[in-house]
């Protein structure tokens, strides 16, 4: 132990979660995570993730997992199968380990470029579980103290058997990277009311005269920057999640004026001469 | 303080106010512990208490505080009599220290199973508040000090006189642990529009019969766990915060679904023949 | 380095944006920072800046940082003009190092009692910059990168060059330390709505005496706290935020009950014989 403390870097563990916090949900598990590994830093992703929402909280680990050294560990508890047969894991990769339930909420992350899956177990070794687990809170009781003994050092093969066959969600195979998409669908949109698309800038082929058609409104080009158009006026660029394709409304919200929604499609005519289309 | 240092465990402070995160009221809190206990862990239970709910801090704080280390400080500012006489008060216990307002924000988890009070002061030593105590701001200028000196290892007698008679909530009295009560009362509606129960299950004798009436709706047995029912069906349930009862809509709203209220009473009829109730 | 852990305090950066917390963003940009300075303390003064609300922002970091040790750094990210030709840079003061756009969100902490600015530069080396900048992020590559190398003791001169005529608020030339105005603008307004004015109570020659006009509403003199008058009664007093004067309504909010909004003005009759104005 305290040769780890002096060799290896501080433990980091991140929290994604849709608790809220007008709850003590949180608090309780950054409880038992400093109980178990007191040295951690906790760092919180986001505890605003709509109920129940597996998909966005599934791209709001993939806009931020990147960003944070590799021995970190993130900790999702987005679960509307806690009690059920859903299994709980943990994924070892090149780029972060992964603790929470099996239903897809990793599976962008597991998508982005440059990580590559190392191990996955299932979290059946009560050893590394409170004392008395609830049926209904597996995120204080089950992930709080994996990730916690997991940051500690302790082997994921020690949790328990290998899980294959990680549920994926359809959306984590509509990263378009590789071009020639007709439509693509909105698979986020922010707090701004910026759209983000599963297109990506490199499978554009045609940057300067690509138009994207959403609602009747054409959109044309891919920009640098919002400065780059009129106050108020729609516009899409090359966004700062990977090279995602956005959509916005300088100094407005698109997804307002849009009446946008997660999951919509947009028609890309990526072609030198859209306007024939 | 080297020797403390080495061999003490690294201070906790949680903090639970209604001040909500939009103002730099609680940033003004951490500068000035940090300013005092450089090396305390921060932990935010909760800033979006409803302003001036006393009741739901007192609930949260007893959500989360159990599942801290027994050294840590809690720090709670609902404080509607800010600048009038009520007292400033410190409380050690066998399971953490509370510093906040004697206003009744410390007795739920007061009457927690296996807290004992062993120590309560009123913070009136001017050695540890700010230099200028403002009238409308006593977290930071008295509040905040008074956690950060007591994380540091200053004896709590040194803070002020005795405290005797704190002030307690009704609610308090409601946790019913005993059994045989007719009604009970909704303590808390979460985030997810879960309703807590003042009755915990080690005070049903009855679980699979037993029937909860609640705006003209039976809701028979206690469940396990959401998967135990169908999709938006209402259940009742041992919840996750010791083991009160609480009801729920799986994959919905309880609070919505029922127009429920925090306070609204619950019929209990815990009888094997509960349908001739 | 080692001789610097050792001796110097543990580093403290603050982060203020209009990000929210239901994305990714603030995460990456904590990512980023224990990337490069993983001992720092990150505090979150607030995420919930209303987009693009310069003002705001200003405020509430003034209302918070002289709390904080003087060698923090303070990060802020509200950045409309992102992509723009604004610049990026950084301010070293007596008290604390100043981070983010050059748009005036400093220039009430600058012009806060006992703060002098000792340098300013122009982030532009790009060694403390992600090697990727997009631009739309700056956050997340230039702010975050710049205020962590700032944390672990870079100096501020190796940025860049130095930056002269900062940008600074109208809205910072309106804090009246000297008195006689005849108006005073609503400055902020708080998460309880209480309203906070330009003016301060050093500028009232006639506490006692002195009424506030605002909407047909006629408040007279100042209070020491909101028990000074009966359950929702308007009163000012001299609020929390340096010696500023606050409108509210005691357990209630003054901008539900006066429609106010920032930028609104008061009157000010600062005489002994107020009724007769």
Redesign the interface.
């Known amino acids: 132990m305290h040769s780890r403390l002096e060799s290896a870097?501080?433990p980091?563990i991140?929290l994604t979660t849709d608790?809220?916090?007008?709850?003590?949900?949180v608090?309780?598990?950054?409880?038992?995570i400093?109980?178990i590994c007191?040295?951690a830093?906790?760092?919180?992703?986001?505890?605003?993730?709509p109920?129940?929402d597996i998909q966005?909280a599934a791209?709001?680990?993939?806009?931020?997992?990147?960003?944070?050294?590799p021995h970190?560990v993130h900790c999702v508890v987005v679960d509307?199968?806690?009690?059920?047969k859903r299994r709980a894991i943990a994924i070892r990769t090149s780029h972060g380990v992964f603790v929470g339930p099996d239903n897809g909420v990793f599976s962008l992350a597991l998508a982005a470029p440059g990580v590559n899956v190392q191990e996955a177990v299932i979290l059946s070794n009560p050893a590394y579980q409170l004392g008395q687990v609830?049926?209904?809170?597996h995120g204080?009781?089950i992930f709080a103290p994996a990730a916690a003994h997991l940051a500690r050092g302790v082997s994921i093969s020690r949790f328990g058997p290998t899980a294959i066959n990680l549920v994926r969600l359809p959306y984590s195979h509509q990263l378009d990277r590789s071009g020639s998409a007709d439509t693509t669908p909105i698979i986020h949109i922010?707090?701004?009311g910026n759209l983000v698309l599963g297109l990506t800038a490199a499978a554009v082929d045609h940057p300067e005269e690509v138009t994207f058609v959403i609602k009747g409104e054409r959109i044309r080009g891919l920009h640098?920057?919002?400065?780059?158009v009129p106050d108020q006026a729609l516009l899409a660029?090359?966004?700062?999640?990977y090279d995602h394709v956005e959509i916005a409304v300088r100094?407005g919200s698109a997804a307002r004026r849009l009446n946008a929604r997660v999951g919509d499609e947009v028609q890309v005519i990526d072609s030198p001469f859209p306007e024939e289309a």
Request: no cysteine; glycine share 12%; proline share 7%.
């Open positions: 870097p501080r980091i991140t608790f809220g916090l007008q709850d003590g949900y608090a309780a598990m950054q409880g038992v400093l109980g007191p040295e830093r906790l760092v919180h992703i986001s505890h605003q993730i109920p129940q966005t791209f709001v680990l993939y806009q931020a997992f990147g960003y944070f050294p970190t509307p199968g806690v009690g059920s609830s049926a209904t809170f204080r009781d922010d707090h701004f640098r920057t919002f400065a780059d660029y090359v966004g700062s999640t100094n």
